[in-house]
């Protein structure tokens, strides 16, 4: 089968390899419809390798280089022993984390998601969602509703970031909510947000583009261009009593997305943190204390959120399939994906990569 592998930075390569046929016991094997390209990946790509081990990995053995992809989903194609939870001609959504499942502190209290032996089926396993087919293990794999499409499938793993993201803010009805960034993540967010039934909506971004994507996508929003407007400004312009928003959210992995965070919340309320930053952040620690605010970490998502996040995508809670604006096939995966959503002109949200053809 066609695979698309990481080398090294820039040098992504589309080769032939064996496909997975036999799982071992409490293994699946799924073939692949559609993969999500991250910004995860984005990353790998330009700058890598970063998560991805150039050495096997000391919990998953994963072997250099490396199948990219860990949006995905597929119908499963085989199952080995004690495998009770899907079977043959199943549509699966895939939830990449791998890890321990005991002798472990987090695995011990359900909390997979903070093992420091985390792997990643696409970034630290052998197998990812850029290929024809994947062996995962029985709790990567999770039974799709009969109203999800295949693409909504491989818009889970996204989600569930976007969900949890929620989570970690205690958004709630009524919530007024700015989102810092409005790449893909932060699309899915506002969709989250509004689906946690937040009222008031606030999107920053320097990329007049990508605030009109959100504003097509999530109708309502408030955009605001950071270039040119001060984002606490306009946050309390149009909050009740002109305090800020009670949560704000930074995607962007942005130093001025984070400080304009700390500047449009109000006090006592909360800032979640989910970009992943390069480096240090010289955030304003005064202003910290001075407004009470909560900052909290939030990382990847809980392992059994899986079937939460399903059900809000294919009820329609969650329309994540307004996050995606273009849809390839993986011989083009380099050019019009990894290459097209580095362009800086940004025209481009979630790109999906259509497998049908990959086996």
């Known amino acids: 089968m066609q695979a698309l592998r990481f080398h090294a930075a820039k040098d992504l390569r589309l080769e032939e390899v064996d496909t997975p046929r036999d799982p071992a016991p409490g293994q699946v094997v799924v073939a692949n419809r559609f993969c999500g390209i991250c910004g995860t990946d984005l990353h790998e790509y330009a700058y890598g390798p970063i998560f991805i081990p150039t050495e096997p990995h000391p ?111 205690e958004v709630s009805a009524g919530s007024s909510v700015l989102v810092a960034g409005s790449g893909p993540i932060g699309i899915l967010m506002l969709l989250a947000a509004r689906a946690a039934g937040a009222t008031q909506l606030f999107v920053s971004d320097v990329n007049p583009t990508r605030l009109a994507l959100a504003e097509k996508a999530v109708p309502g929003v408030i955009p605001i261009d950071a270039r040119n407007e001060a984002v606490g400004d306009v946050v309390r312009d149009h909050t009740e009593g002109h305090v800020g928003c009670d949560v704000a959210i930074e995607c962007a992995g942005n130093e001025h997305a984070l400080k304009s965070a700390l500047d449009a919340v109000r006090k006592q309320g909360t800032i979640v943190q989910t970009g992943l930053h390069p480096g240090e952040n010289p955030l304003n620690w005064f202003d910290v204390t001075f407004k009470d605010v909560d900052v909290r970490g939030s990382w990847c998502y809980p392992t059994y959120y899986w079937p939460r996040v399903c059900r809000l995508i294919a009820s329609g809670q969650i329309p994540a399939e307004r996050a995606v604006t273009r849809r390839i096939a993986l011989e083009d995966a380099v050019e019009h994906g990894f290459d097209a959503l580095l362009d800086p002109a940004g025209t481009e949200l979630k790109i999906l990569i259509d497998l049908e053809n990959a086996a």
């Open 59 to 169: 919990f998953s053995g994963a072997q250099f280089p490396q199948t990219l992809g860990h949006e995905f989903g597929g119908v499963v194609t085989a199952v080995g022993d004690g495998v009770n939870n899907a079977a043959v001609g199943d549509r699966v959504s895939i939830q990449p984390l791998i890890m321990p499942r005991t002798g472990d502190y987090f695995a011990e209290r359900g909390l997979f998601h903070l093992s420091e032996q985390l792997a990643l089926v696409g970034l630290s396993w052998d197998y990812g969602g850029m290929s024809g087919a994947a062996l995962v293990n029985d709790y990567n794999v999770q039974v799709i509703p009969e109203a999800m499409t295949d693409e909504q499938a491989a818009l889970v793993e996204p989600t569930a970031v976007a969900v949890y993201a929620c989570d970690r803010g």
